[in-house]
């Protein structure tokens, strides 16, 4: 059941981000290309890509493994707890490898960004903290439901609510750039 | 305040240029084609200095390339 909620909590973080992101953004008109002609893409819109789907996998992956044996036999259980952990510091390591590339191009200043795309990269977290809101009133209110009666909530889930929380902020702020690019 | 509408004449002018492909003019002011495309049709509005680099490119003022228009 909690397991829902935090289902649950993470698609509700997620359409915040992105109704955050929406309104935050003017109503322009349609890009119209060629017939044939595809939008080109920039470097940071690939790299972007590149992570946020190895990093959504991840996540994805992480929450089934946990889901399927369930909270206290993931945080009991060594050969369960070890291995989702594993699955989220490679995605930690994904999204290093991210911020690494872009504080390269961005110290170097070498071209490979321009003013459109650091325009993006400042506006992309605007979703981020509405997400973790989102997050962490539903892990609250679905945590108070679960355990009210009993007054002891596992601590297992102390570990559960850091991991959403900074895969909810790492989705977020890779889902603002590539949204971005399709909102300006 | 009534919302203002920046256009530009950026297409025209790469075609009055010798039919300066949208890449050709990314190179020469050190930006994506993507920005040129989004710039193009009007998403996205420059900074001053891209628009001062353009409008050079073109060597031209930048009020030839980017005119304000007041909307209602």
């Not at chain 1, 996998?57 to 707890?81: M, P, S």
């Not at chain 1, 490679?90 to 490898?97: D, E, G, I, Q, R």
């Not at chain 2, 002018?13 to 050190?30: I, K, P, S, Y």
Request: hydrophobic letters at 55%; proline letters at 4%.
């Amino acid at each position: 059941m909690v397991i829902l909620w935090g289902v649950a909590a993470l698609g509700a973080a997620f359409c915040a981000m992105l109704i955050v992101v929406r309104r935050a953004q003017r109503v322009l008109p349609p890009i119209v290309l060629p017939p044939g002609e595809t939008m080109p893409t920039t470097a940071l819109q690939r790299l972007a890509w590149q992570s946020l789907v190895p990093i959504f996998l991840l996540t994805l992956a992480t929450a089934a493994v946990v889901a399927y044996n369930g909270v206290a036999v993931a945080w009991d259980n060594d050969a369960v707890r070890l291995p989702a952990t594993g699955l989220l510091v490679a995605a930690l390591a994904v999204f290093t490898y991210y911020i690494g590339r872009v504080r390269m191009w961005i110290i170097r200043d070498n071209g490979t960004l321009d003013e459109r795309d650091r325009a993006i990269l400042s506006s992309a977290p605007a979703g981020q903290a509405p997400a973790m809101m989102v997050t962490l009133a539903a892990w609250m209110i679905g945590l108070i439901e679960r355990y009210h009666a009993s007054h002891l909530v596992p601590s297992a889930y102390l570990y559960l609510i850091f991991w959403s929380l900074l895969m909810v902020s790492i989705l977020a702020s890779l889902a603002g750039v590539v949204i971005g690019y399709r909102r300006s | 305040m009534a919302k203002a509408t920046i256009r530009n004449e950026i297409r025209r002018l790469r075609f009055e240029h010798g039919e300066m492909t949208q890449q050709a003019l990314a190179d020469r002011v050190g930006c994506s084609r993507q920005t040129i495309i989004v710039l193009e049709q009007g998403r996205y509005v420059p900074s001053l200095l891209l628009a001062l680099q353009i409008a050079r490119v073109f060597g031209t003022t930048v009020e030839a390339v980017f005119t304000m228009e007041a909307g209602g």
